[in-house]
């Protein structure tokens, strides 16, 4: 009888200890699964197709953004002529190196010829030619208003765009060249005009001053790409309601680059030349963005006060005060769930900001090994592939439909945790080479950088008046 209560009660606790175990492993399983993306491949990769996002524009003061490399994006004459993988990483590293040197206080070559005053003759920049922007959005110029398309970038102050009679050079864009002569309201700025003057800090340049005594501006971009032409007032237009004369804005004479087909660029960063500040009596100085998943879709630019409830808020950094860029303090990273093993230090000495120019997100060095050496780690299942470029950890997905990745986030000062999405984790070439999205600087010094990959599909709302940035999900859906 003693036996058998014996055999009865270690049955009991077996079975107890088989079900607590179970359990626990289902739970753990669980866990893990709440911190992987599960996706099909072909998600990943490229459609010829546009397919605009469903979300409608919960403000008036909202214009459409589309991947300048992509088919919802198509200027006249160039359809297919996208630049391969390698050359947009090449670019991305070019703007990277100008962003690197500009914080780190290192001062370009000045631009002689700024300081001439030819009479009908432009200052011309000479530097490598490559690519500048990702992201463009529609406004209107003038009166009647012609409607451009301008590529945005928060890394950027001075708006501007190709005019004639294109006095040194204009390359090919996708809507015909602006001809002030034939709008009422363009007025160009005078040499002797203090907003003349407060050129240089915009653009990092002393402003010229034609025969005509009209201001001449000179701007040259992380990529080597440029524009010299004159500074002028001009009639904005962004939204039927949100038409704002009298903006300052440079119209080009002179410009080269591989801006494949945008008529200029809109100047989004923190000088009282751009247009945050110009337009700050309307739109108090807040602006928010989505970019798309991927180069079909189609994401937006709204301004103006309106924020959602999720929206959570990180303050400004303090040490990039006075420059175009937003800085963010970063304090850490996790992948699959787990936070990495990184000090805080590692990211506040060289600090971080976040640009919309900037393709793939930079690290510091040792921030970056830790982040892919965890990441191979959880994706040992698959065949690596060759390295591109800046990008060394790739995959060979070929023989996957289905896929599983690592999620990760990203921990900014106040507590705010960002979901990176999956389409923001890997950056695909093709199906048998699908990298991770993230590279390392060189120089533990060198600033990190928040690049647009990774915040897909994040609705980013800059609140400049109250030094913040915040980041919520599902903004182009």
């Known amino acids: 009888m003693a036996f058998l209560k014996i055999f009865l009660f270690a049955y009991l606790f077996s079975k107890c200890f088989c079900y607590a175990l179970e359990a626990r492993v289902t739970t753990e399983s669980q866990r893990e699964l709440q911190h992987l993306h599960t996706i099909q491949l072909s998600s990943l990769l490229p459609s010829s197709v546009c397919k605009p996002s469903t979300k409608a524009n919960e403000s008036d003061s909202s214009l459409k953004v589309v991947h300048r490399h992509g088919p919802c994006f198509k200027p006249?004459?160039?359809?297919?002529?996208?630049?391969?993988?390698?050359?947009?990483?090449?670019?991305?590293?070019?703007?990277?190196?100008?962003?690197?040197?500009?914080?780190?206080?290192?001062?370009?070559?000045?631009?002689?010829?700024?300081?001439?005053?030819?009479?009908?003759?432009?200052?011309?920049?000479?530097?490598?030619?490559?690519?500048?922007?990702n992201y463009i959005v529609t406004v209107g110029i003038g009166t009647p208003k012609r409607k451009l398309s301008l590529i945005f970038d928060t890394g950027s102050d001075l708006t501007w765009t190709q005019c004639k009679p294109c006095v040194?050079?204009?390359?090919?864009?996708?809507?015909?060249?602006?001809?002030?002569?034939?709008?009422?309201?363009?007025?160009?700025?005078?040499?002797?005009?203090?907003?003349?003057?407060?050129?240089?800090?915009?653009?990092?340049?002393?402003?010229?001053?034609?025969?005509?005594?009209?201001?001449?501006?000179?701007?040259?971009?992380?990529?080597?790409?440029?524009?010299?032409?004159f500074f002028a007032k001009e009639t904005l237009t962004l939204t039927s309601k949100d038409v704002f004369p009298k903006f300052l804005l440079g119209c080009g004479q002179n410009n080269r680059g591989l801006f494949r087909g945008a008529a200029g660029l809109l100047g989004l960063g923190r000088n009282k030349i751009s247009l945050v500040y110009q337009t700050a009596s309307k739109y108090k100085k807040r602006f928010s963005y989505c970019l798309p998943s991927s180069s079909s879709s189609t994401g937006h630019l709204t301004f103006g006060p309106g924020i959602k409830k999720s929206v959570k808020f990180t303050p400004l950094s303090s040490a990039f005060q006075g420059s175009s860029f937003y800085g963010l303090d970063m304090t850490g990273i996790s992948v699959g769930g787990e936070k990495l093993p990184i000090a805080t230090a590692v990211f506040s000495t060289p600090g971080t900001i976040i640009d919309s120019g900037?393709?793939?997100?930079?690290?510091?060095?040792?921030?970056?090994?830790?982040?892919?050496?965890?990441?191979?780690?959880?994706?040992?299942?698959?065949?690596?592939?060759?390295?591109?470029?800046?990008?060394?950890?790739?995959?060979?997905?070929?023989?996957?439909?289905?896929?599983?990745?690592?999620?990760?986030?990203?921990?900014?000062?106040?507590?705010?945790?960002?979901?990176?999405?999956?389409?923001?984790?890997?950056?695909?070439?093709?199906?048998?080479?699908?990298?991770?999205?993230?590279?390392?600087?060189?120089?533990?010094?060198?600033?990190?950088?928040?690049?647009?990959?990774?915040?897909?599909?994040?609705?980013?709302?800059?609140?400049?008046?109250?030094?913040?940035?915040?980041?919520?999900?599902?903004?182009?859906?």
Not at 87 to 115: F, P, Y
């Open 358 to 477: 900037t393709v793939i997100t930079r690290l510091p060095p040792h921030a970056y090994t830790v982040l892919k050496t965890a990441f191979r780690q959880l994706m040992s299942k698959y065949p690596t592939a060759p390295a591109v470029s800046v990008l060394d950890t790739c995959y060979d997905f070929s023989e996957h439909e289905t896929i599983t990745i690592p999620k990760i986030s990203f921990f900014f000062n106040g507590g705010v945790e960002v979901d990176v999405d999956v389409t923001g984790i890997m950056f695909p070439i093709r199906a048998s080479q699908v990298c991770l999205a993230f590279a390392g600087n060189s120089d533990p010094s060198d600033v990190g950088i928040f690049g647009n990959v990774q915040q897909h599909t994040l609705e980013v709302v800059y609140d400049v008046a109250h030094g913040q940035v915040g980041f919520a999900a599902g903004g182009c859906s």
């Open 168 to 229: 040194g050079f204009c390359y090919q864009q996708k809507e015909k060249i602006f001809d002030p002569k034939r709008s009422k309201s363009y007025r160009n700025v005078s040499c002797s005009s203090t907003v003349c003057s407060s050129l240089e800090s915009a653009t990092g340049n002393i402003p010229g001053c034609a025969s005509n005594k009209t201001c001449v501006y000179a701007i040259q971009y992380g990529d080597s790409s440029f524009s010299v032409g």
């Open 76 to 133: 006249n004459g160039e359809k297919g002529k996208w630049p391969s993988h390698t050359e947009i990483l090449l670019q991305d590293q070019s703007r990277v190196n100008s962003i690197h040197s500009k914080l780190s206080a290192k001062t370009s070559a000045s631009l002689d010829k700024m300081k001439e005053k030819g009479a009908a003759t432009l200052p011309a920049i000479h530097g490598s030619v490559v690519g500048s922007g």
